[in-house]
């Protein structure tokens, strides 16, 4: 009995011993490789370190978007005891502020990972960081923080939660804005905590460059604030306003309303992030009636006093009719501009013949891209001639039948008061290196001439008559002259224009004698009132105002536009100084202002009257010191130097003495 109990107990014995041996042979010899490949892959991790996103700043260097380096919490459920739970529900309470009630009710569920705390501050994750419980752990979640919230949104865009820039500057700079991400190798032990770091296996991250946008943070903030006001004042669905400077096609504010805060970007609606000055389109209705003009004027198909009929506000045209808010019997093709006749334009635009209409339009850019470095952009409508009807050209010569984008528009006014030169329109001014490597800075982008200098010249005079004594008079400023055009332009709504619905729009230019900033201002369906001059005009003088307040003595008119018969063309400089010389009566920058805006080289100044020295540095964009007063005797940038906008050039003056006496 007792030999049979022995047998069986050696049996067992046996037995343990064998399926021991094979557990080891199947863990040592059969699987080992796999084990090990799961060991190593436990213990030793290619972490990814992400690489700091670069920042926004404007013009003025002024920061608008940075990073801030944040932390997330995550707990694994499976790996926590309900001593576990409360140790963390205690630490979180106490450094986060939440209820230890909180933190429990979050970690209630089972067999998950969950987010305990996102995007906790760097010195406050510090805190939690050396908090060692099975189970929980952190990883480095960074925040991009838009500072001033809801200013420039739409220009900025912002950046969504795989750390990728969606819209605005955000997107279309999102490779430079990135890096590259850097990795390491890490050795952990069999809970996971860190042991070391392999250093010769670590690739270190590129942080991301720094983009300096052309906009001036002050201008940006008056226009968004303007166009707030301007939609409570009279009503609308939204609003879009875009400043410019026409010398160099550089953007110095954009601003839609309303607006949302890229912090927190998830709380509005596709429709209100969307960027309507690039992505939008509309018919202009009369602001598009200068670029009609433009085109008559440049072909010498039109005279500017001679008498138009215009039907008294009621004209028939091919079976159609073309009206006028102002009714009048007759006006000069100067009166067709000002008081923004459709009947007069309309019989204007028939001297044009239609090839040559269209390809003016096109050379204004309408129907193609602008090239502006925002994403979504939209070409808008120029149909074909060959796709033209009967009454096409003359309802394209006041705004209908073809549509545009806010930013087409406000480029091609640019051409119109510049000297008739389209630029590309341009919101990025630099590129810079973390190290201050600049990789990229911009200049003027000069696409092709539209119009000739003189014509532009007269379309500043047309244009300030619109203001003075037309449908723009609610943009008139006291201290600067203004010129601009207003645009009514009804909604087409399911296939039918609406008699309820418009497009209110103006745009102007200031100093009207050496155009500084455009600027657009377009109100969506308004309530109050409906037509450009009443609704966008005073919108567009608040702006303008402001502008002039913060910078006294930059907008002065330093003398009223010539008249046309006193203009001199000429390219040499030098020459033209000479012949101004020998005039008396007529000023020497009058006499060849038109013809700076192609000068890439520094003029002589000397002997030149301080006013008119001064006035010809605007007009290059040259910033300027004066010392003395009288005539300039001597210059900082030397004559025949190459120059670019935003230079400042020092001017030496003195009076003149003659016998002893100084003579003004």
Not at 354 to 374: Q, V
């Amino acid at each position: 009995m007792n030999s049979s109990r022995t047998i069986i107990i050696i049996g067992f014995i046996v037995a343990f011993f064998t399926v021991l041996l094979y557990r080891l042979f199947d863990i040592q010899i059969l699987k080992s490789d796999n084990l090990k490949f799961f060991a190593r892959r436990q213990q030793i991790v290619v972490e990814k370190v992400l690489a700091d996103r670069g920042f926004i700043y404007d013009r003025n260097n002024l920061l608008l978007v940075y990073n801030r380096n944040d932390v997330s919490f995550f707990v694994d459920l499976r790996m926590l005891t309900k001593k576990d739970k409360i140790k963390i529900a205690n630490k979180f309470s106490s450094v986060f502020g939440g209820s230890k009630k909180y933190f429990l009710s979050e970690m209630s569920d089972s067999g998950k990972t969950i987010c305990i705390e996102k995007k906790a501050p760097s010195e406050k994750a510090l805190l939690v960081k050396n908090f060692k419980i099975n189970g929980l752990f952190y990883r480095e979640d960074p925040t991009t923080v838009y500072f001033y919230k809801n200013l420039a949104s739409h220009l900025l865009g912002y950046v969504g939660n795989d750390y990728k820039g969606v819209d605005g500057i955000e997107k279309s700079c999102d490779d430079l804005l990135s890096g590259q991400d850097g990795s390491m190798v890490v050795l952990r032990d069999a809970i996971g905590d860190m042991i070391t770091v392999a250093e010769e296996e670590t690739k270190t991250a590129v942080p991301g460059v720094n983009i300096y946008l052309t906009i001036d943070k002050t201008y940006q903030s008056i226009l968004e604030q303007e166009l707030q006001d301007g939609l409570e004042k009279f009503g609308g669905t939204s609003a879009v306003g875009i400043i410019m400077n026409p010398n160099d096609g550089q953007i110095l504010a954009l601003a839609n309303s309303a607006d949302y805060d890229p912090n927190e970007y998830w709380k509005y609606t596709d429709t209100v992030r969307r960027d309507r000055a690039v992505t939008d389109t509309y018919e202009p209705g009369s602001t598009f009636k200068s670029f009609t003009m433009a085109a008559l004027l440049d072909k010498n198909l039109c005279n500017l006093d001679e008498n138009i009929y215009v039907e008294n506000g009621r004209y028939k045209f091919k079976n159609v009719y073309i009206t006028d808010a102002h009714k009048s019997e007759w006006l000069t093709a100067r009166g067709v501009i000002e008081e923004s006749s459709n009947i007069g334009m309309s019989k204007l635009v028939q001297r044009l013949d239609d090839d040559t209409f269209y390809k003016y339009l096109r050379a204004f850019g309408f129907g193609n891209y602008t090239s502006i470095e925002l994403p979504g952009e939209v070409r808008g409508l120029l149909r074909k001639p060959n796709d033209w009807g009967q009454v096409t050209k003359e309802f394209m010569s006041f705004g209908y039948g073809v549509t545009v984008t806010p930013v087409q528009l406000i480029s091609a006014y640019c051409a119109i008061v510049n000297g008739g030169i389209l630029y590309q329109p341009q919101i990025i001014e630099k590129e810079v290196k973390r190290d201050g490597q600049v990789i990229y800075e911009s200049s003027p982008k000069e696409i092709r001439r539209v119009i000739s200098e003189e014509t532009s010249f007269k379309m500043r005079n047309l244009l300030v008559g619109v203001v003075k004594e037309g449908t723009g008079t609610n943009a008139q400023l006291k201290s600067v002259t203004v010129g601009g055009k207003t645009g009514t332009s009804q909604k087409l709504i399911d296939g039918k224009y609406s008699k309820q619905q418009y497009n209110s729009s103006f745009v102007g230019f200031f100093p009207a004698n050496n155009p500084q900033l455009v600027c657009l201002i377009l109100v969506n369906s308004p309530t109050v009132g409906r037509y450009g001059g009443s609704v966008a005009a005073p919108i567009f003088k608040n702006v303008a105002e402001k502008i002039i307040e913060l910078n006294p003595g930059r907008f002065q008119d330093y003398q009223n536009i010539p008249s046309q018969k006193n203009i001199l063309i000429t390219e040499n400089v030098k020459e033209t100084k000479t012949q101004n010389q020998n005039s008396s009566s007529i000023s020497d920058s009058t006499k060849y202002i038109m013809s700076l805006s192609n000068i890439k080289n520094m003029p002589d100044l000397k002997d030149y009257s301080l006013r008119d020295a001064i006035q010809i540095l605007s007009k290059l964009g040259l910033k300027y010191k004066v010392y003395g007063s009288g005539k300039v005797v001597s210059q900082s940038i030397q004559p025949g130097e190459h120059i670019r906008s935003g230079l400042s050039c020092e001017l030496n003056c003195k009076e003149p003495i003659v016998d002893g006496t100084v003579v003004y």
